[in-house]
């Protein structure tokens, strides 16, 4: 689906769903805290969903709109990585963090909230639409041994802008992101609810990882690219591996068939505004 178009459907859909509701917001809102964890699926890792964890967490507004559909907008923080490639002799790796922005949907499948009539729990979907912003890096060790962490997209490590790649167009640090995922969320009483979810953020960018395309060889990058020598060195890391060895000009460096994900698992704690805000004042109150 074209972005701007889907970026159009979610706001109309969020629009919609706002203007056709008529609530009270404190009483149907909470603050969301969350923790997890964050991985990605990309060129240097597409053998397994679940490894490479790193620590992330977030901080939320959800509002419910009815029993059935809430949404909710979040700011969320992690780090995606990979350290070995599974492929052996191109020995990349990289890191990158991840700080997101993001607008959701949610739907319920059981009647959910409150209320004597509705369930305390219910499994859940939710989609929606985000940005977010990356810098995949790299550990370099210069001549005298000292290890230092490098920013990829700078050395253009695929011929990004150079003369005999015209079309391959730097990457952008900021990208949009479509969450979407499965969860479970528990009421625990009028002021405090759990829920616990796993999501997917499909991108349409095949650069989280600073992977792609081909090798374009150490003599352009030492020529056109600033630190043209760090560059050559981040490009083809394989003869780290097996001394002596370079990838030719053209060979497959990455898969640009296939754009990165990553994905967020997260248990999260929900705190109702209204009673968040009583508290507030009668601390105040007391003062």
Excluded at 144 to 170: D, F
Aim: net charge positive; hydrophobic share 40%.
């Amino acid at each position: 689906m074209n972005k701007r178009l889907y970026i159009l459907l979610l706001t109309t859909i969020f629009s919609a769903g706002v203007a056709a509701q008529s609530i009270d917001f404190l009483r149907n809102s909470e603050l969301v805290l969350a923790g997890g964890a964050m991985n990605y699926i990309g060129d240097l890792n597409n053998q397994s969903v679940f490894s490479k964890l790193h620590a992330a967490g977030g901080v939320g507004l959800r509002t419910r709109l009815d029993n059935r559909w809430a949404v909710r907008f979040e700011a969320a923080y992690g780090r995606i990585s990979c350290a070995k490639d599974y492929i052996a002799r191109r020995n990349l790796s990289f890191r990158s963090d991840i700080i997101e922005l993001a607008a959701l949907a949610e739907f319920n499948f059981r009647p959910y909230g409150p209320g004597a009539t509705e369930s305390a729990w219910t499994p859940y979907i939710f989609a929606g639409v985000g940005v977010f912003h990356y810098n995949p890096t790299a550990q370099y060790t210069d001549s005298e041994g000292n290890v230092q962490w490098v920013a990829l997209q700078p050395l253009h490590t695929e011929g990004q802008g150079t003369s005999l790649y015209p079309n391959r167009r730097p990457y952008t640090l900021v990208q949009i992101c479509m969450p979407f995922g499965v969860g479970v969320k528990l009421r625990l009483n009028k002021t405090f609810s759990l829920t616990a979810e796993y999501g997917l953020r499909k991108t349409w960018t095949d650069y989280l990882d600073d992977v792609s395309k081909t090798y374009v060889g150490s003599t352009l990058l030492e020529n056109e690219v600033f630190e043209g020598e760090v560059a050559a060195r981040m490009a083809d890391r394989s003869g780290e591996v097996e001394p002596g060895f370079v990838n030719a000009v053209g060979i497959k460096r990455g898969d640009d068939a296939l754009k990165d994900w990553y994905a967020f698992m997260r248990v999260s704690v929900g705190v109702n505004l209204e009673t968040l805000l009583g508290w507030t004042r009668s601390k105040r109150c007391k003062l």
